[in-house]
C-alpha cells in the first residue's frame, strides 16, 4: 500500500518525544494508527541509530506468548538495553490481558519511553487517567483528510477531487480496490467486523438488533438533530420493546469507538449548553454510503459531516450554535479563538444564500463568520461574512 508521511501526526509524537508521558495513539479503527507508529519509528532511528526500539504488534501470532501481562512486562525487560535510549511501541495493546499493569509497571520504573496504540472501544479518552497511573498525552488520529486524499493520489484540481472524495472517503485502505462497490464492501467490513464487534465484545451486547438499528438510524440522520428519546419513539413505533436508557447506552458506545462524534448544542446568545438534543457525525462519511448505499446522497448533510471532522482534526471543540430560535451549523472553539459555520451544498440560488446568511448576521460579536459551499469561486465577503469554496476551506487555503 502506498504510504504517505501524515505531517499533522507525526509532528505531534516528535514534540512530545523524550516526555514521561505514556503517549496513546487513539482513532477510529483502520484509521493509520499502526502506519504512524511505524513512521515515527523511523523518524527516531533516523535521528538517534543507536537508541534501542521494543515493539510489540499483537496483530502477529508472533507475540502470542505475550498475552498476559506479566509475560509482556518480562518480555520489555529483557530486551532493555542501559546505556542507550529505551523505546516501547506497543500496537493494539488491548489483546494483552491486564495490560494496563504492564504499561504502568515499566512506566513506573522510568527506563522508557512509552508509545501505545489500540482499539477505542477498549482504549477510551475517557478511560486513559483511570488506566494508567502516569501522565497521558493522547493524539487523535482520523481518517485522511481531503488534503492527505489529493496527496495520496496526486490530484491537482481541487474541485474535481472533492467530488472524488465525497464519494470516496478517508478510509485509505479501500484506495487498494479499483471498483467503487469493492471499496464500500471493504468500508462496510470495517465497521462491521471491527468497530461494531469491538463494542459488542466490550460492552456484552445482546441486542445485537436493536444496535444495528441504532446505527442505521444515526447513519441516516447524520447532521440532524438526534436524542435518546426520538430514537426510542422511532424504533418503538416498530414494535421494538426498548428503553431509551438503553438506546443513549449504545449511543454512547459508537461514540467511544469514535464510530461518530457526538456535538452538542450551544445557546450563543444565553451563553450556555443545551441538554437535549445532539448532532452526530460519522468519522467517515462513507461508512453511511458503504451501509446505507448511494440512492439518497444528500451532499449538504455529508458535507457538513466532512466539515465537522475536519475542525476536530484541526483541534477545535465542536458545537451546534442556537441563536434567536435559528441554528448555526458550527461553533467553533480553540483557546480565545472562535468561528461561526454555515455549510452549505448550493448557494446560488438567492433564498438559498439568504437563509444561510441570516443566522449569522444575527451574532454581534466580532469573531470570524464564514459560509462554506461549493461555489467552485474564489472567496468573497459579504457584510462581514466570509464565503468561501468548500476545497479550498478544507485545503486551508
Known amino acids: 500500500m502506498k504510504l504517505i508521511e501524515r505531517r499533522q501526526y507525526l509532528d505531534k509524537l516528535i514534540n512530545v518525544l523524550g516526555t514521561p508521558d505514556i503517549k496513546v495513539i487513539t482513532g477510529v479503527r483502520r484509521s493509520g494508527k499502526s502506519k504512524l507508529l511505524e513512521a515515527f519509528r523511523a523518524y527516531i532511528e533516523s535521528e538517534n541509530p543507536d537508541c534501542n526500539i521494543i515493539q510489540i504488534n499483537f496483530n502477529l501470532p508472533d507475540y502470542d506468548d ?15 538495553v542501559a546505556g542507550k535510549g529505551n523505546f516501547v511501541f506497543i500496537d493494539e495493546v488491548q489483546m494483552c490481558k491486564d495490560f494496563e499493569k504492564a504499561v504502568n509497571g515499566l512506566h513506573a520504573s522510568e527506563k522508557y519511553d512509552i508509545y501505545i496504540t489500540g482499539s477505542n472501544a477498549f482504549l477510551l479518552s475517557s478511560d486513559l487517567a483511570t488506566l494508567f497511573t502516569g501522565r497521558t498525552f493522547e493524539i487523535k488520529v482520523y481518517p ?5 486524499y489529493m496527496k495520496y493520489f496526486g490530484l491537482k484540481d481541487r474541485y474535481d477531487a472533492l467530488d472524488k472524495y465525497v464519494l470516496e472517503g478517508g478510509m485509505s485502505g479501500s484506495y487498494l480496490y479499483k471498483d467503487q462497490e469493492a471499496k464500500y464492501d471493504y468500508i462496510a467490513d470495517v465497521f462491521d467486523t471491527l468497530i461494531v464487534r469491538d463494542i459488542r465484545k466490550k460492552y456484552k451486547i445482546r441486542n445485537t438488533q436493536l444496535m444495528d438499528r441504532i446505527v442505521d438510524f444515526l447513519m441516516d440522520n447524520v447532521s440532524n438533530l438526534s436524542s435518546a428519546r426520538n430514537i426510542t419513539n422511532t424504533l418503538g413505533s416498530m414494535q421494538e420493546k ?6 443513549g447506552n449504545y ?17 450563543i446568545k444565553g451563553k450556555k449548553y443545551l441538554s437535549s438534543n445532539d448532532k452526530y457525525y460519522l468519522s467517515d462519511h ?5 451501509k446505507l448505499g448511494t440512492k439518497n446522497m444528500d451532499y449538504g448533510r455529508i458535507l457538513e459531516n466532512i466539515v465537522a471532522i475536519e475542525l476536530l482534526r484541526r483541534g477545535y471543540e465542536v458545537y ?4 434567536y430560535k435559528k441554528e448555526i451549523d458550527f461553533v467553533a472553539v480553540k483557546r480565545s479563538e472562535k468561528i461561526y459555520i454555515q455549510v452549505s451544498d448550493n448557494i446560488s440560488e438567492e433564498k438559498t444564500f439568504e437563509r444561510e446568511v441570516a443566522p449569522l448576521l444575527q451574532i454581534k460579536d466580532a469573531y470570524p463568520k464564514y459560509v462554506i459551499a461549493r461555489t467552485r469561486h474564489d472567496e468573497y465577503q459579504y457584510e462581514g461574512i466570509k464565503v468561501i ?3 479550498d476551506w478544507l485545503l486551508d487555503k
Open 251 to 267: 449511543m454512547q458506545y459508537l461514540c467511544n469507538a469514535f464510530a461518530f462524534y457526538k456535538v452538542r448544542r450551544y445557546d
Open 320 to 323: 451546534v450554535g442556537i441563536l
Open 66 to 80: 505475550l498475552l498476559t501481562y506479566r509475560a509482556l512486562y518480562d518480555y520489555v525487560n529483557a530486551h532493555y
Open 389 to 391: 469554496d468548500i476545497a
Open 144 to 148: 485522511f483528510s481531503f488534503s492527505e
Open 286 to 290: 462513507t461508512f453511511r454510503y458503504a
Open 242 to 247: 426498548i428503553h431509551h436508557t438503553t438506546v
